[in-house]
């Protein structure tokens, strides 16, 4: 008998939860190691947006939480008369999933990782429900309570030391960086923890590793107290046997500030449209290059890539150091809690300030012409407005998007209906005809 992966089973009716939807479902095995050798059962994979299930007919043999999934795996083995097939391995909190044979384990562990909003396959939900637990107050019958909160965001993982100044010996375990903490870990328990926002200084120092002098990076951060009105300041230091991603990792998420002064340092140097595409994803955060590609007026996607590419990192890496485009498949926006996928991101720690924006007004005898610098819009988002009459003046009303409005005292009397706009390079014009 010929067994293959490429057959689509029927769905059968399943009983879900509330709020529950299947997302995505196709014909696999599951191997129950009920024995010493394996044991494969034929059914189908589901993926809900709650849960991954294994259903035989209408039995469900296994069903769990996304948010209980602490990593995946996918390696080769054998399967059905001794094929190796790829396969998925699967470790939850609560039990053990041993391996699931299924056509293109790829595209399932991407879909799985991408519902459950992090990177790191359920690692940084563990270290969330972890550091809640510590924290969470709780109720007169001892049961916390579980606000919900956003997971972190796992940036960096991997093997790695530890060692404080209490320590005479390196601690080995795991190494985690996330959108908010760095994190040392052991099987058993969190060693250290620390916020980025808590993070003071980074240096590489040389310290003594096994039998020798090795790089490693010295962790200085502020534990929160104060002694006699001064932050008290404590090292740790850690190791990996890749350092130098890590400091560079770190360094961009804890010192590298990304502001209006660091960009404009930057765009002096770039083209109009180059210019344009930095100001826009500042402003809106992030972009698909779809936009950007709309944005500048370009030709093909790859006229935007390449600005990127050979124009505005290396730039940026010339004056800061670092590129400050970066491409992210998938990325929690903090501000809106949305999951951003296939997006252009600024790197570093944006930090918007909003200054006072450019505006000019020109007399030109008929007309007035005004100016207003407007970053990171679409033309047909601009509303204009004009009211008649006001101390022999009018008055311009502009509004854009959800949040700006502005209202502009004219030097003179305009007529109401008689005005063009455009916009271009971040900057409004508006042609307005004085009135008789």
Request: charged letters at 30%; a positive charge.
């Amino acid at each position: 008998m010929k067994y293959s992966l490429d057959t689509l089973r029927k769905a059968m009716p399943l009983s879900l939860l509330q709020d529950e939807e299947v997302l995505k479902y196709f014909t696999a095995s599951y191997d129950v190691r009920s024995s010493l050798t394996s044991s494969w059962r034929l059914g189908n994979l589901y993926l809900t947006n709650r849960r991954l299930l294994f259903v035989q007919g209408r039995k469900i043999l296994f069903g769990t939480p996304l948010n209980d999934i602490r990593d995946i795996n996918i390696v080769k083995r054998k399967w059905i008369l001794g094929k190796k097939v790829k396969q998925l391995h699967i470790v939850s909190q609560s039990r053990k999933i041993p391996y699931i044979a299924i056509k293109n384990p790829e595209e399932w562990k991407k879909a799985i990782v991408e519902q459950t909003s992090f990177v790191g396959a359920g690692l940084a939900t563990a270290l969330f429900d972890r550091a809640t637990a510590r924290v969470a107050p709780t109720t007169h019958n001892s049961q916390p309570i579980i606000h919900n909160l956003q997971p972190d965001e796992v940036i960096l993982k991997g093997k790695g030391g530890y060692l404080s100044p209490s320590q005479s010996r390196w601690k080995l375990g795991t190494l985690i960086l996330t959108n908010k903490n760095l994190t040392f870990l052991q099987p058993s328990d969190i060693i250290w923890e620390t916020p980025l926002n808590s993070i003071k200084d980074l240096r590489i120092e040389k310290r003594v590793y096994g039998v020798s002098k090795s790089d490693t990076i010295c962790v200085s951060y502020d534990r929160g107290q104060k002694t006699e009105d001064r932050e008290q300041i404590r090292k740790v230091w850690i190791i990996s046997p890749d350092l130098e991603t890590w400091r560079k990792k770190l360094y961009e998420k804890v010192l590298l500030k990304v502001d209006e002064e660091t960009l404009d340092k930057i765009a002096t140097k770039l083209d109009a449209d180059s210019k344009e595409v930095l100001w826009f994803i500042y402003e809106n955060r992030h972009a698909r290059i779809n936009t950007l590609t709309k944005r500048i007026e370009a030709d093909t996607h790859m006229d935007v890539l390449l600005k990127i590419r050979e124009i505005i990192n290396p730039t940026a890496q010339k004056i800061i150091g670092y590129p400050i485009l970066s491409f992210e498949s998938s990325k929690v926006d903090w501000e809106t809690g949305e999951n951003v996928t296939f997006s252009w991101w600024l790197t570093g720690q944006p930090h918007r300030e909003r200054k006072e924006p450019l505006l000019d007004i020109f007399d030109e005898n008929s007309h007035l012409i005004v100016y207003l610098e407007l970053l990171g819009l679409n033309e047909d988002e601009i509303q204009i407005s004009i009211v008649g009459a006001i101390h022999e003046s009018s008055l311009l009303i502009i509004d854009a998007d959800k949040n700006y409005h502005k209202e502009i005292l004219l030097p003179a009397m305009v007529s109401t209906n008689n005005f063009t706009k455009r916009y271009k390079n971040n900057i409004l014009e508006v042609r307005l005809k004085k009135a008789n």
